[in-house]
């Protein structure tokens, strides 16, 4: 993807725990101290699947915006690899804030975070712990665990079971992590089975990309308890909710649910899927409420085209 002249992008890494989270900055040209959002991704999933045209987007308008990987993810530090823990990524999102935070080439008044699918409920998480945030944006957002666990049917989670058990011993061992894939044919074992979930990540995925699709297993027990949209009603900023109404990931009556607990929180819905947010119309028509909203809230100087 080629950068267009009123917005550049830099290479950036910044501390989390005991290793580094890489990162790109993308920056509006000709403005001297931009607002900034940040954003997230989904279950298992890097920066270069689609968060790279949401920043862009976003940096066209006059924001700057800060597309990061977690820890145990491609490019970014952490070992074991492709260990999903929830506490890690939040302490990873407080990392971004607090490096943000010690920029001078943007507005650390004006802070934001974006967030996408599993992304989506730790922005909802982070929002409702960091009350100095001008906004924050959750897109088609895992909400529920226990919600999300259903629509794998019972004879797959049956059968990831001895997966997990595995790799709960070759933790207490020592030993590397059995893994679970992320995303897998409908009634295979996987995290997500539904039926444009395995077609959905490959469609993400550019030449060259970091990802791999797998994790380690002993992830399963956290994410089925796992219920940040709880935390929507403790969200103080004002709150976007971009909800699918035929999403197969992220069951949308109970995110609707959620959402409308936020103080200031407002929903927008749309008739496509899951993995439909991140390319073609209605991508063009996500991003464009989404500028629209961060825009209201933040209220950054237009970016200029470079000369």
């Known amino acids: 993807m080629s950068t267009p002249p009123s917005v550049t992008r ?11 989270c890489a990162g790109w900055l993308y920056r ?58 929830i506490k890690r990524q ?8 607090a490096y943000v935070k010690d920029r001078h080439d943007v507005d650390r008044t004006r802070i934001a975070v974006w967030g996408s699918s599993f992304g989506g409920g730790h922005a909802i998480t982070v929002a409702s712990r960091h009350p100095e945030l001008r906004a924050a944006v959750a897109q088609c957002p895992f909400t529920d665990g226990l ?9 797959a989670s049956l059968r990831i079971t001895p997966v997990l058990a ?22 295979s074992p996987a995290l997500m089975n539904a039926p444009d979930a395995l077609p959905g990540y490959q469609a993400l995925q550019p030449p060259g990309t970091t990802f791999r699709n797998e994790v380690a297993a002993r992830v399963i027990p956290t994410i089925a308890a796992y219920r940040p949209g709880r935390a ?23 995110t609707l649910k959620y959402a409308r607990t936020a103080p200031q929180g ?3 819905r749309y008739d496509a899927g899951h993995f439909d947010f991140y390319t073609g119309e209605t991508f ?12 209201r809230q933040l209220h950054p100087a237009p970016a200029v085209s470079a000369p």
């Open 147 to 155: 919600a999300s666990a259903l629509t794998l049917g019972p004879v």
């Open 10 to 20: 830099h290479d950036v890494s910044f501390p989390s725990g005991d290793s580094r």
């Open 266 to 268: 407002e929903i927008r």
């Open 90 to 97: 939040l302490a990873d999102w407080d990392a971004a804030i």
């Open 232 to 254: 929507a009603k403790k969200v103080a900023v004002p709150i976007l909710f971009c909800v699918s109404d035929t999403d197969s990931v992220t069951p949308p009556a109970q």
């Open 28 to 85: 509006p040209a000709g403005v001297a101290s931009p607002p900034v959002v940040i954003l997230g991704h989904g279950l298992g999933a890097t920066r270069e699947m689609r968060l790279d045209a949401f920043a862009e987007r976003f940096a066209q308008a006059g924001i700057a915006a800060l597309a990061f990987t977690y820890r145990h993810f491609g490019d970014s530090g952490g070992h074991p690899r492709q260990l999903l823990s």
């Open 284 to 295: 063009e028509e996500l991003v464009r409420d989404q500028t629209e909203f961060l825009t």
């Open 166 to 187: 595995r790799d709960l011993a070759t933790r207490v061992l020592g030993r590397p992590p059995a893994m679970v894939p992320i995303a897998a044919a409908p009634g």
